[in-house]
């Protein structure tokens, strides 16, 4: 079932304002390469996050992060690194949103 864009982007909306609640400097948003998309780059503890936002209203989420999608971040994750070089460490993670929470997985990429 495909998520409509609206909804996308009101989880995005969310994921953004819990992330700053949370001591997140949001850096980007919705960058793009040739490889595909990262939802949020933020910044806390001298620590770069790459954050891939995904929501549902009835199963776990996170299983929509497929080997093959995440491939599709690390690669835009490296474009990113090689096109600003960055002088932070960073990890990849996933902001898993529904109707009633947020939460943060970390290091998605170790999985």
Known sequence: MKISLEVGLQAEEKAVKYLEKQGYFVVERNFH???GEIDIIAQKDEILHFFEVKYSKNYDAI???TPQKLQKIIK???YYLMKKNPDYDYQIDA???NE????IVENISFN
């Open 63 to 65: 299983t929509r992060i």
């Open 33 to 35: 390469s040739r490889f």
């Open 76 to 78: 835009t994750v490296n």
């Open 100 to 103: 009633t929470s947020i939460e």
């Open 95 to 97: 902001l898993i949103v």
